[in-house]
Nanobody
Framework: QVQLVESGGGLVQAGGSLRLSCTVS????????MGWYRQAPGKQRELVAT???????NYADSVKGRFTISRDNAKTTVYLQMNSLRPEDTAVYYC???????????WGKGTLVTVSS
């Protein structure tokens, strides 16, 4: 069974940094893309950053220049380096994966990031 497990969330002051990690466990084929989404209280889930296999990264305008998505060589872990954090970045951050082989999305359970002013 495929699982996505996030880590690295926590409480940080505005201007600080956090690094989120997401590790894929289980057997999975044809990962088309991996990425991060977030959901703030009372708001819809939104894209933060995606990293398509063989493609270029894609960032939400609100995080461009502050967040960086990357993936390890084994392509089983995706990271989100978050710098210059703002209170409006407070949200539950979800790891996402799409597999073309299974034609479906996979989601992690989320990790909470809280940025205090």
């Amino acid at each position: 069974q495929v699982q996505l497990v996030e880590s690295g969330g926590g409480l940080v002051q505005a201007g600080g940094s956090l690094r989120l990690s997401c590790t894929v466990s289980g057997r999975i084929f044809s990962i088309n893309s991996m990425g991060w989404y977030r959901q703030a209280p009372g708001k819809q889930r939104e894209l933060v950053a995606t990293l398509p296999s063989g493609g270029s990264t894609n960032y939400a305008d609100s995080v461009k220049g502050r967040f960086t998505i990357s993936r390890d060589n084994a392509k089983t872990t995706v990271y989100l380096q978050m710098n210059s954090l703002r209170p409006e970045d407070t949200a539950v951050y979800y790891c996402h994966l799409y597999s073309t082989y299974y034609a479906r999305d996979y989601w992690g359970k989320g990790t909470l990031v809280t940025v205090s002013s």
